[in-house]
């Protein structure tokens, strides 16, 4: 299976398997800490807070967020436009217990994290009819988009929450589909380091399925606290 409905990407494999989603990821960490400590351009916003208030007032400030504004999608479960979506996930992940538990810092690192989610489905000049089709890979599209907007929009990021940002934008899909469709739990397992960063992940997890079917979402969080504790479990044996 291959990208044949993306003009230029016609011969790329479909979907990133594991190893290559953790190597991007990982890569993606290691690239903004190095190029931030060169890059010499003007950075726009000066930290994640003032990025998060920019992106509330007008939503395509950026041109990731400008790629997937009004972009319309094919996927039925997706029926508004992934603006509308990201929008939407940015509400649900305020209404989290955890969210509305941390610090006003990650709190943002949160909500930038929901609007980026889904930038790796732009942009709009990605599909040949302006249509987003059903594009599991967006998460790993996404990875040199975030590493873009870490290094040259934000002037003031801590290495840890380049990390942070990047493992949820890369991974927010992981949980749900590690219950659903069968991915391993051992590629969560492999890449958080604390129970902060499970919750997090969690967080934006439960914010992204609420926004697509309350049924899942139900589900979902019947099993959310065994869930988790069970990939506790299988982190700390590592």
Known sequence: YTKFCIKGREKETLISGPYFLKRNTENGIKIVIENRRTYKGDCAYDDIEALVSAIDEKFDCIKELAGIYDLQSNNPVHPETVSLHTQTVVSNIKRT?????????IQKVLELAAYLHDIGKGPKEKWKDG??????DHPSDAIPMVCRILTEEVRNVSDEDVRTILLLVAYHDILGDCK?????????????RSEVELDMLFAISEADICSINAGWYDDFMKVKDEYRQQILDLWRQE
């Open 180 to 192: 659903s469709c069968g991915r391993d739990v051992k590629q969560v397992v492999e890449v958080i």
């Open 97 to 105: 217990t955890f969210f509305q538990q941390a610090d006003s810092h």
């Open 131 to 136: 249509m987003q089709s059903v594009y599991p």
